[in-house]
């Protein structure tokens, strides 16, 4: 089955670092990826969505340029938290969905952002 | 915006026993309904799903959930649980025009020994 592969699992980072967050599909092509954000017993946020090639849709509320994301092939995208602060600890998901996929959503781990 | 209600954030449930977590949607022209599992620490696996067609879906694990147009409901069943199914369980839709999926709140379904 589709597989996407989600990188680091948990990172710890001093505030005002920034931290990139890697998001691969392992056995397809993601025409669209997303990136989800999960607070403790809560549910998941979308935070943007990512087409290949193209610039990232940011749900409203999302600061655009402290979350940067980068779809630049048709299996990796990445976000990167950048001048990370205490408030950004997070568990962070990324899903991937490739064409034609008859909507089956994949998601990755997840990873774990501390900030100290 | 369309929305996805799970009222239940805790279901406690003796193993072996049936269980239901409930899922209710708001009401839109066309709407795809999924159900996800999480485990502590991981991402979502997907259960099952409902496209179009019947009305009654089966999914992994044993699972099956019911998608009911009149009530708006897409109930997640499960004759018989095991320890192992303790886990979060997420309620999700998307809609037409928009790729995303849009979550519930979640659902913790403890099982007990």
């Known amino acids: 089955g589709a597989v996407v592969s989600q990188h680091p699992s948990r990172v710890i980072c001093k505030s005002g670092t920034s931290v990139k967050i890697e998001c691969r599909s392992l056995?397809?092509?993601?025409?669209?990826m997303f990136w989800y954000r999960q607070f403790p017993k809560q549910s998941l946020m979308l935070m943007a969505t990512s087409n290949e090639g193209s610039k990232a849709t940011y749900e409203q509320g999302v600061e655009k340029d402290k979350f940067l994301i980068n779809h630049a092939s048709l299996t990796l995208s990445t976000l990167t938290v950048t001048s990370a602060h205490p408030e950004d600890s997070s568990f962070y998901i990324c899903?991937?969905?490739?064409?034609?996929?008859?909507?089956?959503?994949?998601f990755g781990s997840g990873t774990r952002l501390t900030v100290v | 915006a369309q929305s996805v209600t799970q009222l239940d954030s805790q279901v406690p449930v003796f193993e072996e026993a049936p269980v239901e977590l409930r899922c209710n949607y708001s009401?839109?022209?066309?709407?795809?309904l999924f159900w996800y599992v999480q485990y502590p620490n991981q991402g979502l696996q997907l259960l099952l799903k409902y496209l179009s067609g019947s009305t009654l879906v089966k999914g992994i694990n044993g699972f099956e959930a019911e998608f009911n147009k009149s009530q708006t409901s897409f109930h997640l069943r499960k004759p018989s649980v095991h320890i192992s199914d303790t886990a979060e369980y997420f309620c999700?839709?998307?809609?037409?025009?928009?790729?995303?999926?849009?979550f519930g709140s979640g659902t913790r379904l403890q099982v007990q020994p």
């Open positions: 899903s991937a969905v490739g064409a034609g996929s008859n909507y089956g959503y994949t």
């Open positions: 009401s839109s022209v066309s709407v795809y």
């Open positions: 999700a839709r998307m809609d037409t025009g928009r790729r995303a999926l849009t």
């Open positions: 056995d397809f092509q993601a025409t669209t």
